[in-house]
């Protein structure tokens, strides 16, 4: 009989290789990740911490995971990190829960602005156990407005202030963002998810020098296995540990965080630097090809590795070029806009990144190939015809840049 999952699975495999992925948080993993997500240590539970556990056996167990959390601290020069995380959320959720009770005010950026639903968006987590106050960018230049935050802070006197985001552009001055946070004796939590794998490279500036906590997640910029890690100054190492467990998760899975540490492996290599360089070429390159077609790119451009379009100009809503270009074989995810005037389920934006398709070995030239095809196919969105030339087209361009 056969496995239909495994049938599934190679579906989904041939899916990929027809795609091309612009999806900012996606990112293909390499050969041995795979191996070790797919791996044995599947098997063992390990409750605990090296040398601390609730089960027998773990000898080696423990020290794969000693292992991935010395890498993860020569990766990001951290005094002490976690890698138990299931993913970023349950990260970020360990952090508010260490050090702060039900009710605390935290400052948070916007998910309209930029932010993560765990940033303290109404309907998450975040937003329901805690008072978060949110901060937006800036109407002008939709640049965080760090005069905003400050304010913010000297008004409401929070606790906490939430540092990073899901979808903005530019680079984010912690320094900054910590000065106002020592300023109103408060913590300051950086989330890195996004661009954790820049800041390993030392392509964007590091938050953990300058932090309390610092989360992330390994894959995305990483090209890790789909998981969380946290790094923190040594003093709150304790509690954050035993809030990651037994306060929140049981079970770590240990097939994960052996991929992990290749993970961390990975990125101190001159290899993985040169590969987030043509990340951030490649951004900038789409993004400069876009507005020279006439689309607005929110914040001006990108310094980093994805950005944001405005649509409202190419009578679009963000779900329908969603969906109109996946119906050709190109992803990309609907996002907000700042102070976008349509709901979060049909928006007016649409987010681009280039991570997965940099994996693949697609260079600047590439890049402007796909932009001219999404302008095709937004200009020509009726044309059904058109549209299926399109997709021929792409399927037989995504043939030369393999995935593995």
């Known amino acids: 009989m056969k496995n239909h999952i495994l049938e599934l699975i190679n579906q989904e495999k041939e899916r990929e290789e027809k795609t091309i992925n612009l999806i900012a948080s996606e990112n293909y993993t390499s050969k041995d990740i795979l191996k070790a997500t797919g791996s044995i240590l599947t098997n063992k539970y390990a409750e605990g911490y090296p040398a601390k556990r609730y089960y027998a056996g773990c000898e080696i167990i423990d020290k794969i995971e000693q292992f991935s959390i010395e890498q993860a601290k020569k990766t990001f020069c951290a005094a002490h990190v976690n890698v138990q995380p299931h993913s970023g959320s349950s990260a970020n959720i360990a952090v508010y829960f260490s050090n702060l009770k039900n009710g605390d005010t935290i400052l948070g950026m916007s998910l309209s602005s930029g932010g993560h639903l ?4 109404k309907v998450n987590f975040s937003g329901k156990i805690f008072n978060f106050i949110p901060y937006n960018v800036s109407p002008e230049n939709e640049h965080l407005d760090y005069n905003e935050i400050r304010i913010l802070a000297e008004q409401h006197k929070p606790k906490m ?6 979808a903005y552009s530019k680079i984010i001055d912690f320094a900054q963002i910590s000065k106002i946070a020592k300023d ?7 989330d890195m998810a996004h661009i954790a794998g820049l800041v390993a490279a030392k392509l964007h500036p590091s938050p953990i020098p ?36 037994p306060g929140l998760q049981g079970g770590p899975l240990m097939h994960i965080i052996a991929a992990k540490a290749i993970a961390f492996q990975n990125a101190q290599t001159k290899k993985f630097k040169d590969y987030i ?24 451009g990108t310094d980093n590795h994805l950005f944001l379009i405005d649509l409202r100009n190419k009578n679009i809503s963000g779900k329908q070029a969603e969906e109109l270009l996946e119906q050709c074989n190109i992803n ?8 976008d005037p349509a709901s979060p389920n049909n928006p007016s934006g649409i987010r681009i990144g280039t991570p997965a398709i940099t994996t693949r070995k697609m260079t600047e030239n590439d890049c402007i190939t796909i932009v ?33």
Request: charged share 25%; with cysteine.
């Open 161 to 166: 202030i939430v540092a990073g985001a899901s």
């Open 184 to 190: 109103n004796k408060c913590l300051l939590f950086s």
């Open 332 to 339: 990309v995810n609907r996002n907000t806009i700042p102070f």
């Open 210 to 245: 300058v932090s309390d906590f610092v989360s992330s997640t390994t894959h995305k910029t990483l090209r890790g296995p789909r998981g969380g890690f946290i790094c923190c100054k040594a003093e709150y190492g304790k509690n954050i540990d035993k809030t990651v467990m």
């Open 118 to 121: 765990t940033h303290g968006h």
């Open 277 to 300: 360089d043509q990340v951030l070429k490649n951004a900038k390159i789409m993004s400069k090809t876009f507005q020279d077609l006439g689309y607005r790119i929110v914040s001006g």
């Open 372 to 404: 001219h095809w999404i302008n095709e196919i937004i200009n020509n969105k009726t044309n059904e015809n058109f549209l299926k030339k399109v997709k021929a087209k792409i399927e037989e361009f995504c043939k030369k840049f393999s995935i593995y």
